[in-house]
């Protein structure tokens, strides 16, 4: 059962509770990675990974909620710009390798 952060009577206790979120945040990163695996497939080339005003829109939608559980929104708009850049530079690749196997999409 989760310690609440104020709870934790050691750094025992506040470590174990970082891993456990760490393990939470994996899951649902890899989650939110088979929605973007998905998305390339759906995709007709590698310039469709690249939709500037679309991550603009999650970051500010991110911002927002970041600032209502008073996590610094920079910080959540340093570490979703990473992790966007590094999916679509996967999507780009992956857009590429099929353009190159099977030719365009229809």
């Known amino acids: 059962m989760p310690v609440p952060a104020g709870r934790c009577a050691n750094m025992e206790e506040v470590r174990e509770e970082i891993d ?15 929605y973007v695996d998905r998305a390339w497939q759906l995709k007709a080339s590698p310039d469709d ?11 500010d939608k991110v911002k927002v909620h970041a600032e209502r559980k008073n996590l610094p929104p920079e910080l ?9 850049g590094w999916f679509i530079q ?6 590429r390798a099929s353009s190159a196997q099977y030719g365009p999409k229809d």
């Not at 979120?21 to 989650?31: G, M």
């Not at 959540?76 to 966007?84: G, K």
């Open 49 to 59: 990974a690249r939709v500037p005003w679309r991550v603009q829109q999650v970051i």
């Open 76 to 84: 959540a708009e340093a570490l979703w710009r990473q992790m966007i």
């Open 90 to 95: 996967y999507e780009e690749e992956k857009l």
């Open 20 to 34: 456990r979120i760490d393990r939470t945040l994996v899951d649902l990163i890899a989650e939110r990675f088979s």
